[in-house]
Structures are given as C-alpha cells and as structure tokens.
C-alpha cells in the first residue's frame, strides 16, 4: 500500500558549483529545510579548486557529481534535468537561497493544478532588489531568472533542456521560455514567493560574462526570430549591447562579442530553428508587462 508522499510529483533541485564553498553551504542548507516531499538535492562541482569537495562530507544526503574539467553550468543544467527520474526541476545557483520552508511546495502545487504551466518564476530578491512583495499576485511572465525557478521536466525533456550557445554565458533561459511559449505553455511568476539571489563577485568574471552574452544574444536572434526580421533584430540588438557596454565601460568585450558571433556565424545559421512570429510577439510583450492571473 503506498504511501501520501509516493503520490506527491518528487522534485530534484539542481545547483551548479564553482569556486563558492564560502556561499554553497547556506545554498544546500536552504533546499534541505523545504517542506516539499519527496526532494532530491544534485549539486554538480563544476571542477572546483577550492574547498567545495570538502562539503561533500558535511552532506551526505546530497547526490553529488565532481567534474575533473570545468563545463559551465548550462552543461551542468542539463545533465541534471536531463538524466533525473523527477517529475520537477528546482534550479538554484550557489549564491542563492530560499527564505521560507515552503517555496517549492508553493510552485509545485500550482504547476501540479495548471498543467499548461511549464516554468514557475521564484520572486527574486537581491542586494540591489531587497524588498520583498507579498504573496498572492500570480503574472504571465515572457521569462523567469535563472537563479531561481521550477521548470516541468516532461516538457524539459521533450525540448531537449538548454540550447547551448557559442558563449558560456547568457540567453539560455530567453531560448528555453521563447520555445516554452512556442509550444502553446506559460511561464508564471509567484510574487512573494522569495529566493535570495546574493550575486557574489566569487569566480564571477564580468567582462568575459559581458563579451559571451553580447555573442549568445545575437545568436538568439538567428536562431529563433523569423526570417523578415532578423536583420532589423541584428541592428537593434547590437545597437542595445553597445549603447549598454559603453555606459558600463566595456565596449572592447562588447565588440569581442561581436567578433565571436561573427566568426560562428557559419555554424549558428546552421542551427537556425525559429519560432512563430507570434510567439516573438507574445513574448516581447510578457517581458514589457505581465499580465495579472485572475482565479
């Protein structure tokens, strides 16, 4: 006779590692104080030198997975989504955190009540975001933050996980909601349901960051935008990346990332599959303002 937790979805919340033993510990800590049953914890160290195997020890309920050359966590991602029994996927950087007991419980109960729901956003909070909103609003939302968010792994699946970009960083989430809306689901944010996102400066290169996202945003337009307007796409994202670089001080990485695209531009035209024009509307306009759920 089974049990009421073997008819719970199981969950597996997925945390890729490098470099942050200092932060990852409070990470792990905050997943294992969920409410939600049954959870599996897979932390992937992404080929890390510094004390973060030690933690292996300190938590031995944790599936953990140690990486001898390090492969970015889009690789990371998708080895944990893609290789999990689960029926929900809980992704968490190493420098965020849950505030309560319940945020999974929360989004997984709505994602179990709204089939057509692919990804639920966590409302994120930030050293530069820190107030936090009261629970209840519920918005139809064109993406969700990577940090913090549960993703239906049937779908997952069905999709092949991330898309993996010329660059290391950046755009993967845009890709993945913009075939999620292409596929007819929806991406929901749960306001006040909280992750803490610290965006600790550990093992975070800005300007390699910069010069990978400028590449992988353009590439995006290539991949999923219609044929009509890919070249107005190119000019403003371009124009978009350069204008935002020189006030952050960094044109000589955004022009790298230019130059990366364009040298892959070969092989980024060969992986072209683009989605509907409506799609790219209906997405355009989510990430401008989400639309209030009602009921």
């Known amino acids: 006779m089974s049990s009421a937790a073997d008819k719970r979805p199981s969950v597996v919340v997925g945390i890729s590692t490098y470099n942050r033993s200092d932060v990852l510990r409070k990470s792990i800590q905050s997943a294992l104080q969920q409410s939600h049953k049954p959870l599996r914890i897979a932390v992937i160290d992404d080929a890390s030198t510094d004390e973060t195997p030690s933690l292996r020890g300190e938590f031995e309920m944790v599936s953990w997975e140690r990486w001898d050359e390090n492969q970015g966590y889009v690789h990371a991602r998708n080895k944990m989504m893609l290789t999990a029994s689960e029926d929900y996927y809980v992704s968490l950087d190493d420098d965020a955190w849950f505030l309560e007991n319940d945020e999974i419980a929360i989004a997984v109960n709505y994602l179990e009540c709204h089939p057509n729901v692919a990804a639920v956003a966590f409302d994120i909070l930030s050293p530069d975001e820190p107030h936090r909103h009261s629970r209840g609003t519920r918005l139809s939302v064109g993406t969700f933050i990577g940090c913090g968010h549960v993703l239906r792994l049937s779908v997952v699946r069905a999709l092949g996980g991330y898309a993996i970009f010329p660059g290391a960083y950046g755009v993967e989430e845009k890709d993945l909601c913009l075939r999620l809306i292409d596929s007819g689901l929806e991406i929901v944010k749960l306001d006040g349901v909280h ?28 991949w999923r935008f219609p044929g009509r307007i890919i070249l107005q796409v190119l ?7 350069l204008v935002f670089a020189s006030r952050q001080g960094h044109l000589r990485s955004c022009f790298l990332g230019i130059c990366d695209f364009l040298y892959a531009f070969g092989k980024i035209w060969q992986n072209r599959k683009p989605v509907r024009r409506s799609s790219v509307a209906l997405y355009r306009a989510l990430a401008r303002a989400p639309r209030a759920i009602v009921g």
């Open 195 to 222: 992750v803490w996102h610290d965006k600790t400066m550990t093992a975070r290169d800005i300007v390699r960051q910069l010069r990978s996202g400028v590449c992988n945003d353009l590439t995006l337009a290539v």
């Open 235 to 241: 000019v403003w994202k371009t124009v978009v990346n």
